[in-house]
């Protein structure tokens, strides 16, 4: 196997096109940004591109393989390479299974577990907030607007600094409402993975957009494209202090996507507070995602 560099971006993307796919999780950039938690290796098995994830825990597949006709045997071989690797074989699994490949895996014999889905929510909904469904994201963002004096522009390698300013005191403020473990270990995680996506940030082609007041960067946001009609929003950052600047950062960056139809604003990682939020921006659509493992 190959350990996952820059320099596979150009194949990993013949992969990806081979077939149509709404997961935000289906994008080089997706995959290259969790460098930071594991050791991200690939191989090419009978013209399929199997892409394994390890840690301390154990190996997993991030995504099926990826290939222009289906096969059981990589499948298989797939499982052979993880249970090498783990000492408990159960650990072994493929993630992020689509609703429309389902009925193949179940025929072939393995089990099928639901995870969190992604929220695909029309740009249009998300730019106008019109309505009486959008009144409480709209207030706070005529809130932001009348009380603040602020400056708004693209996101640039010369951000990143301030980028990762924002996020540690982000970080400090969130933990001062939560204390859990679980939670806590999440937002180091994210620490981690923005670290690394803002240092390759033009490399993985990410696209973001900053708020500044005061000469110091007070939110920020960023993504990728991931086919012509959806973009993914990747992170969004704010000063929690300040009330209606996620509104108004959200709602700003989606006027500025204009050329896509949808924005996937990921999945909630199983977080109630998270999927209240997004819920709250009337998703057009819930995109299943599916785990698959062996009946023991």
């Avoid at 990806?16 to 950039?29: D, N």
């Avoid at 204390?179 to 390759?200: F, P, Q, T």
Wanted: with cysteine; aromatic share 14%; charged share 30%.
């Amino acid at each position: 196997m190959r350990k996952l560099t820059l320099k596979d971006r150009k194949l990993f993307n013949k992969y990806l096109i081979l077939s149509p796919h709404e997961l935000a999780v289906f994008s080089f950039a997706n995959i290259y940004i969790w460098r930071a938690l594991y050791d991200i290796k690939w191989q090419v098995i009978e013209n399929s591109l199997c892409v394994f994830f390890q840690d301390k825990i154990g190996s997993f597949m991030y995504l099926p393989p990826l290939a222009k006709e289906r096969r059981p045997k990589v499948i298989k071989e797939a499982f052979a390479i993880m249970d090498k690797i783990n000492k408990n074989k159960d650990i072994s699994r493929i993630e992020n299974i689509e609703q429309e490949d389902l009925d193949y895996y179940r025929a072939l014999g393995y089990l099928a577990h639901e995870k969190y889905p992604d929220y695909l929510c029309l740009r249009d909904d998300l730019a106008g907030l019109g309505g009486n469904k959008f009144k409480s994201q709209r207030a706070s963002y005529n809130y932001f607007i009348k009380h603040y004096d602020f400056d708004w522009r693209q996101l640039r390698l010369p951000d990143s600094a301030g980028c990762l300013d924002l996020f540690n005191s982000w970080v400090k403020q969130r933990k001062t409402q939560s204390s859990g473990d679980i939670y806590c270990g999440m937002l180091e995680d994210s620490r981690k993975v923005i670290k690394d996506a803002l240092a390759n940030y033009k490399q993985l082609n990410l696209e973001g957009v900053v708020v500044s007041g005061n000469k110091k960067i007070k939110a920020f946001s960023f993504g990728y494209k991931l086919n012509d009609d959806t973009f993914c929003i990747l992170y969004e950052i704010t000063d929690l202090s300040i009330k209606g600047l996620a509104q108004f950062i959200f709602r700003k960056f989606s006027q500025e996507l204009k050329d896509y139809k949808y924005i996937n604003i990921m999945d909630d990682s199983g977080l109630e507070n998270l999927r209240k939020t997004k819920l709250s921006y009337k998703p057009a659509r819930l995109i299943p995602a599916y785990v698959v493992t062996r009946d023991a």
